[in-house]
């Protein structure tokens, strides 16, 4: 199992430009998240899919824009990139939101430039 | 969900055990206690968490105090690739959502 993958792991942006960020997991996980961590701060959730049709805001969602494509694959997109969205971007899933038992998994990250 | 405090920094000798403390002093009566750490550079990853009760896993021990407003993780043998930014959250049983604060940085040293 590769777990949690995400694509690219490096990407430089003008501002303006846009971008997606994919994500896809294979654990058969119902539920996925977006975060983003800035230099030498804990991760801020952005969205999160608690199953398959279902999107949801988190913590900092402005800029941003999430597809559930289908129970694998989760995506983010920024419309019009700006420096303020410079970070590194975490993707994470879990069996099923909720419950007492909710561990993430993960994925290597996108580290995202603006300029 | 309830807020976490963690010391910012702590150092622990190789092969000694790191102790870990955090403060949750309004954690609400159905809300969970997770650990997570991150390596440099890499997604945080999972490593316990509990309700009331002591827990134990090949990982780490958890030691939650009887008012449950303080934890400790505990790792009984500190080695170098212990070296990490180690999370408390807080997390309602039924919530999405993990809330990451600033986290300790362990420096496990030879």
């Known amino acids: 199992n590769a777990g949690v993958t995400q694509t690219p792991k490096f990407q430089v942006l003008k501002t303006g430009q846009s971008m997606t960020l994919q994500c896809a997991q294979d654990?058969?996980?119902?539920?996925m998240y977006w975060y983003r961590q800035d230099p030498g701060m804990g991760l801020r959730l952005i969205y999160y899919?608690?199953?398959?049709?279902?999107?949801d805001k988190g913590e900092v969602p402005n800029g941003y824009n999430v597809s559930r494509l289908n129970k694998r694959e989760f995506s983010l997109r920024l419309e019009s990139a700006a420096p303020s969205q410079t970070s590194v971007y975490f993707c994470?899933?879990?069996?099923?939101?909720?419950?007492?038992?909710?561990?993430?998994?993960f994925g290597p990250g996108t580290r995202l430039t603006v300029l | 969900d309830a807020k976490t405090t963690q010391p910012t920094s702590m150092d622990c000798a190789e092969g000694r055990a790191a102790n870990l403390p955090c403060n949750h002093s309004?954690?609400?009566?159905?809300?969970?206690v997770y650990w997570y750490r991150q390596i440099h550079s890499q997604g945080p990853q999972y490593i316990i968490h509990?309700?009331?009760n002591n827990e134990t896993n090949e990982m780490a021990s958890l030691i939650i105090t009887e008012d449950r407003k303080s934890s400790t993780l505990i790792l009984p043998h500190a080695t170098l690739r212990d070296t990490a930014v180690y999370y408390c959250?807080?997390?309602?049983?039924?919530?999405?959502?993990?809330?990451f604060g600033g986290g300790t940085r362990l420096m496990v040293k030879p």
């Open positions: 899919s608690a199953s398959e049709g279902t999107t």
């Open positions: 959250i807080v997390k309602l049983d039924a919530g999405n959502m993990l809330t």
């Open positions: 509990g309700l009331k």
């Open positions: 309004t954690i609400s009566g159905n809300e969970y």
């Open positions: 994470a899933s879990t069996i099923l939101a909720g419950g007492s038992y909710n561990e993430q998994f």
């Open positions: 654990m058969n996980h119902n539920s």
